[in-house]
């Protein structure tokens, strides 16, 4: 059964994604710097998936019936905290405290720090292994719960990736999405100078994944990739979306260093003047 796309799941899904930014920009204003740019781009990502997918309690972020989201990337810490904000499992006014001694929301997440998050990130390529288990536990469980793993194009990378990928085919295990944020840029310059992984597509499908590729930024594209992997059976499925960096903000769209991005005291509040003006102009 399809679920229609109406205007107010579009709605509501745009105006969690403008608060999710908005949310990213006043962290990042905190340390002057960070993980901005990634947080911009997989807004309107973190939006569907808060606000229209997940089935979860806020006020009990243990509950076993709960769909499971995994930040491998934990970096991107920033952007989850901020739709976890938005989800209710954090208070707003928390935000403020990203990053500093004795918060709960520490630059790269962690699991035993924060309500909802639900892996400890750092050193990439853990987190799809990590669902897999996950999976095949519920799996046996008899729970009907579904988890989502959310890595990065720089991700690709890594075997253990790769290797996760394999095991998730082969156990068909199709309570498992992945979501791969292709931005094009990792720690070291452009990916594709890295170690090029196109046509990533194909890759998926070669290795026995139901696989979509979706404008990343693109709130209805998402909603309707998101409807479908939900109701796809017999293998897991991948969303691969295209993100721009610093999307909704075009101070920061084409910064040249742009992975770990450093702001002026006096940008700050251009860059939430163009993302509002950008929201309310759509």
């Not at 962290?27 to 990634?38: L, S, T």
């Not at 491998?72 to 707003?92: D, K, M, N, Q, T």
Request: glycine share 10%; hydrophobic share 40%; with cysteine.
């Amino acid at each position: 059964m399809t679920t229609a796309i109406t205007t107010d799941r579009l709605d509501r899904v745009r105006a969690a994604a403008y608060r999710i930014r908005r949310h990213a920009l006043d962290m990042g204003e905190v340390q002057g710097q960070g993980y901005i740019g990634q947080a911009l781009g997989v807004a309107d990502i973190l939006a569907v998936a808060y606000t229209d997918q997940l089935h979860h309690r806020p006020d009990d972020p243990h509950w076993p019936g709960r769909d499971r989201f995994l930040l491998s990337i934990g970096h991107y810490a920033i952007a989850l905290y901020a739709a976890l904000a938005e989800a209710g499992f954090i208070p707003v006014e928390e935000l403020e405290t990203y990053g500093s001694d004795g918060s709960r929301l520490p630059m790269s997440g962690m699991a035993s720090y924060t309500p909802g998050m639900e892996i400890s990130g750092g050193s990439l390529g853990h987190g799809l292994t990590v669902a897999t288990g996950m999976a095949l536990g519920l799996r046996h469980q008899g729970n009907p719960a579904r988890v989502y793993n959310l890595l990065s194009d720089g991700e690709l990378d890594e075997g253990s990736t790769w290797e996760a990928a394999l095991a998730c085919a082969h156990h068909g295990l199709d309570n498992v999405t992945a979501i791969v944020d292709v931005n094009a840029l990792q720690a070291d310059g452009p990916t594709a100078g890295v170690l090029r992984t196109e046509p990533v597509t194909d890759k998926w499908r070669a290795f026995g994944w139901h696989a979509t590729r979706v404008d990343g930024n693109d709130p209805a594209a998402l909603l309707a990739a998101f409807d479908d992997m939900r109701t796809h059976r017999g293998s897991p499925a991948v969303l691969i979306c295209d993100t721009r960096i610093g999307c909704g903000v075009p101070l920061l769209e084409d910064r040249e260093k742009a992975h770990f991005m450093r702001v002026d005291p006096d940008e700050w509040q251009i860059a939430r003047d163009q993302l509002s003006e950008g929201y309310h102009h759509a």
